[in-house]
């Protein structure tokens, strides 16, 4: 039998790769967090030293039970008041130096909205093989599947995303400055210079939850989606409580967090090329800005 430190050590080391996994595959960091806290209780409950490689195990254990959340977050999400989007996460949260994975563009809102689209086991087939470099063989035995029918999974997937795949800035500078420029423009209040920062199939989200108000629908257009913001600029600079903004690195590129007498309010994260904006996702539901809270109370205390 394996000694309980040693045991408890090795999980430790796998903890950040099987999070940056859970949370790719469920969109949410609370919802993730619940996952590896059930793969620790039956990790704890196996004797380890029987395991040929234990990352493999408990990255089937927690492949699984994503799957299962998966299937009944699909009912959910049916209900749920206007469009869901991801929980935001901040990026050192994710980060592990020693995974590749930790600052994939498969970390992005957009792509994770992106991912929104997939069955549930397509996208744990297309996560474990091209983001977790796990061979078609590995994966059909984490999925209890044959590896023709995890091949065809992915491919599935890869021609999905390939078809719709997010733009990328060159660079987070590039993109940190257009987040900027955006913020400036909506200060001066003109349509003409924030309409030439949007493409024109810019699309907006905002995810409320029936909690905050929040559009019911995608906005579609760079005059349509460029006018809403004027307009809650407009509610901003009438609002009786201070309101700041502040950039903090969402998900791995910088994004934009607004703030009212001290308590985040949203976080709205860009889909860009680098010279224009392609997608604009504004979460403002309270219960998806616990991670962002805590981030917070952390760097500033």
Not at 3 to 30: H, I, T
Not at 56 to 74: G, Y
Not at 257 to 264: A, H, Q, S, Y
């Amino acid at each position: 039998m394996i000694d309980p430190a040693v045991s408890e050590q090795a999980f430790k080391q796998e903890r950040p790769r099987l999070f940056a996994l859970a949370y790719r595959m469920l969109g949410s960091a609370a919802d993730a967090e619940d996952v590896l806290q059930d793969a620790w209780l039956r990790w704890q409950a196996t004797d380890v030293a029987e395991l040929a490689s234990p990352g493999a195990w408990l990255t089937t254990v927690v492949s699984r039970l994503c799957l299962d959340q998966l299937k009944s977050a699909r009912a959910r999400r049916e209900s749920y008041v206007g469009p869901w989007l991801p929980e935001p996460l901040p990026t050192d949260a994710a980060e592990r130096p020693a995974d590749p994975a930790a600052l994939h563009e498969s970390l992005s809102m957009a792509f994770l909205v992106l991912l929104e689209q997939l069955s549930p086991a397509e996208r744990a087939a297309y996560l474990l093989h091209e983001v977790f470099e796990y061979s078609h063989v590995e994966v059909a035995g984490m999925l209890g599947l044959s590896a023709e029918h995890c091949r065809q999974l992915a491919l599935r997937a890869r021609a999905h995303l390939r078809e719709n795949r997010p733009r990328f800035a060159p660079s987070r500078e590039r993109h940190e400055r257009l987040l900027h420029e955006f913020l400036l423009a909506i200060r001066a209040g003109q349509l003409e210079p924030l309409q030439r920062l949007l493409s024109e199939d810019v699309v907006m989200r905002s995810d409320g939850g029936g909690k905050r108000t929040a559009a019911l629908k995608p906005l579609l257009g760079k005059e349509r989606v460029a006018r809403f913001f004027l307009g809650l600029a407009g509610k901003i600079a009438r609002h009786p409580l201070p309101v700041e903004f502040r950039i903090l690195d969402v998900n791995g590129w910088p994004a934009l967090l607004t703030f009212e007498n001290g308590e985040v309010l949203n976080v709205l994260s860009l889909e860009s090329d680098g010279a224009a904006i392609h997608g604009l996702y504004v979460v403002l539901n309270p219960d998806k800005l616990q991670a962002i809270r805590r981030h917070l109370e952390l760097t500033t205390h």
